[in-house]
């Protein structure tokens, strides 16, 4: 950016606040400070509604985003739990997608090499339909059990699978009379304010057996604090990992670490735990700590970088001709871009390979969600991709369209 040009405006709702924030909800610290606030935003950004009037009306809550000095995790402590209901339709497979089906199967495929759990029982806490569950346990012959509030937990076809349950509740401590063997926990984690509550809970269900284990996914905030990347940032997301600030709380909790990474493009973290006492024959049992160092300096920069990048996309908008953008993607990257940034009358439609999510409309702006084939015919100049995995076959799925618009990815 130029140096000597005027700040621009920060879009209404949007600030940068310094000064204390709650004691860390991870590891207990009081030296915690804000960074990041957002006013009247979707409480959940993933629901779809049925109408343009109900999705523009959809409740909207505050977030305050602090960092704590000594574990790195960033959450909102703003965040009240008692406002988002998981009991609603929750939309939010990917499963549609041959790059994420794709990254699906090889996140199995490494974990039941990593576990082999032939026989045994594995429950996975947040599954939503159960699709991860359904095919995890049929790749590794397990039995599985499926923990979810929403209406949709257990969705799945699991008719040729053995043994597979779905427990329409949130997890907790009652949950620990089921004899399990692994516990899976993807994108869910994320969505928990008591972080170390439940991550205590699944060591206690566990026991000291080292021969068991947890799984988790979470997405990386380092990634969302360095790139500026303001439709990374929910209502519903209270809780935020880095590497760092992972391997403190599940070393916190007794869990040894086996494995911790970022997979899927950076975006995401992937943790592998056994309860208590090292796992002698597994490869890089020693996990060294990551440093705070490179989180802390990243959540100091956000300011600056967010507001680098809501300048360039709301130039990048205005540039628009009105009702002239689509974006593909609409999921929650879609909801908090539109949200957080405004100027809604360039954006014409928001596109999804999700059939259940065509035809209705996204928290917020309201905007109508349809198929890739609903773009013929409309006037679409400009194509912005929410996320730049998709990329290639965003391209592919244009060009059997027969659609060239400029097309352009969130990072
Ligand atoms: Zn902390």
Same mark, same amino acid.
């Given at each position: 950016m130029d140096p000597h040009q005027a700040p621009q405006p920060l879009p209404p709702g949007v600030r940068f606040p310094s000064g204390p924030g709650a004691p860390c909800p991870a590891c207990g610290a009081t030296q915690t400070e804000r960074f990041y606030a957002l006013t009247g935003i979707p409480i959940q950004s993933c629901v779809m509604l049925q109408d343009p009037e109900s999705a523009k009306s959809f409740p909207t809550g505050d977030l305050s985003l602090a960092i704590c000095h000594a574990c790195a995790f960033v959450f909102n402590d703003s965040f009240d739990p008692a406002r988002v209901d998981y009991r609603e339709d929750y939309e939010e497979t990917q499963g549609f997608s041959g790059t994420f089906r794709a990254f699906l199967r090889a996140t199995i495929e490494q974990l039941v090499r990593e576990v082999? $759990?032939?026989?045994q029982t594995v429950l996975e806490i947040g599954?939503?339909?159960?699709d991860f569950l359904e095919q995890f346990c049929t790749a590794a012959d397990a039995h599985g059990i499926g923990v979810d509030p929403s209406r949709s937990a257990g969705r799945v076809d699991h008719s040729a699978g053995r043994g597979l349950r779905f427990l329409h509740a949130q997890y907790?401590?009652?949950?620990?009379e089921l004899s399990v063997h692994g516990v899976v926990c993807r994108h869910t984690l994320e969505h928990i304010a008591p972080v170390a509550e439940l991550v205590r809970s699944i060591a206690a269900h566990l026991g000291?057996? +080292?021969d068991r284990w947890t799984f988790f996914e979470v997405p990386d905030v380092e990634r969302i604090l360095r790139a500026g990347a303001f439709w990374d940032v929910y209502y519903e997301h209270c809780s935020y990992f880095s590497q760092a600030s992972l391997a403190r709380l599940f070393e916190a909790c007794g869990f040894d670490l086996r494995r911790l990474e970022l997979v899927y493009g950076e975006q995401y973290l992937h943790l592998l735990a056994h309860p208590? $006492?090292?796992?002698?024959?597994? +490869?890089?049992?020693v996990w060294p700590t990551e440093s705070l160092e490179p989180v802390l300096s990243a959540a100091r920069t956000f300011a600056q970088r967010c507001r680098q990048s809501l300048a360039q996309w709301h130039a990048w908008l205005q540039a628009s001709a009105p009702g002239s953008v689509a974006l593909w993607g609409s999921g929650s990257k879609a909801t908090a871009f539109l949200t957080t940034l405004g100027s809604w009358d360039r954006v014409d439609c928001v596109v999804d390979i999700n059939t259940d999510k065509q035809g209705r409309f996204c928290a917020g702006s309201g905007h109508p969600i349809v198929a890739p084939a609903d773009l013929v015919g409309r006037p679409i100049e400009r194509l912005l991709i929410m996320n730049p995995i998709y990329v290639d076959e965003i391209r592919r799925d244009l060009a059997e369209l027969g659609l060239h618009p400029e097309v352009r990815a969130l990072e």
């Amino acid at each position: 950016m130029d140096p000597h040009q005027a700040p621009q405006p920060l879009p209404p709702g949007v600030r940068f606040p310094s000064g204390p924030g709650a004691p860390c909800p991870a590891c207990g610290a009081t030296q915690t400070e804000r960074f990041y606030a957002l006013t009247g935003i979707p409480i959940q950004s993933c629901v779809m509604l049925q109408d343009p009037e109900s999705a523009k009306s959809f409740p909207t809550g505050d977030l305050s985003l602090a960092i704590c000095h000594a574990c790195a995790f960033v959450f909102n402590d703003s965040f009240d739990p008692a406002r988002v209901d998981y009991r609603e339709d929750y939309e939010e497979t990917q499963g549609f997608s041959g790059t994420f089906r794709a990254f699906l199967r090889a996140t199995i495929e490494q974990l039941v090499r990593e576990v082999p $759990s032939r026989g045994q029982t594995v429950l996975e806490i947040g599954c939503g339909r159960g699709d991860f569950l359904e095919q995890f346990c049929t790749a590794a012959d397990a039995h599985g059990i499926g923990v979810d509030p929403s209406r949709s937990a257990g969705r799945v076809d699991h008719s040729a699978g053995r043994g597979l349950r779905f427990l329409h509740a949130q997890y907790g401590n009652e949950h620990h009379e089921l004899s399990v063997h692994g516990v899976v926990c993807r994108h869910t984690l994320e969505h928990i304010a008591p972080v170390a509550e439940l991550v205590r809970s699944i060591a206690a269900h566990l026991g000291p057996h +080292p021969d068991r284990w947890t799984f988790f996914e979470v997405p990386d905030v380092e990634r969302i604090l360095r790139a500026g990347a303001f439709w990374d940032v929910y209502y519903e997301h209270c809780s935020y990992f880095s590497q760092a600030s992972l391997a403190r709380l599940f070393e916190a909790c007794g869990f040894d670490l086996r494995r911790l990474e970022l997979v899927y493009g950076e975006q995401y973290l992937h943790l592998l735990a056994h309860p208590e $006492s090292p796992v002698l024959d597994a +490869p890089g049992t020693v996990w060294p700590t990551e440093s705070l160092e490179p989180v802390l300096s990243a959540a100091r920069t956000f300011a600056q970088r967010c507001r680098q990048s809501l300048a360039q996309w709301h130039a990048w908008l205005q540039a628009s001709a009105p009702g002239s953008v689509a974006l593909w993607g609409s999921g929650s990257k879609a909801t908090a871009f539109l949200t957080t940034l405004g100027s809604w009358d360039r954006v014409d439609c928001v596109v999804d390979i999700n059939t259940d999510k065509q035809g209705r409309f996204c928290a917020g702006s309201g905007h109508p969600i349809v198929a890739p084939a609903d773009l013929v015919g409309r006037p679409i100049e400009r194509l912005l991709i929410m996320n730049p995995i998709y990329v290639d076959e965003i391209r592919r799925d244009l060009a059997e369209l027969g659609l060239h618009p400029e097309v352009r990815a969130l990072e």
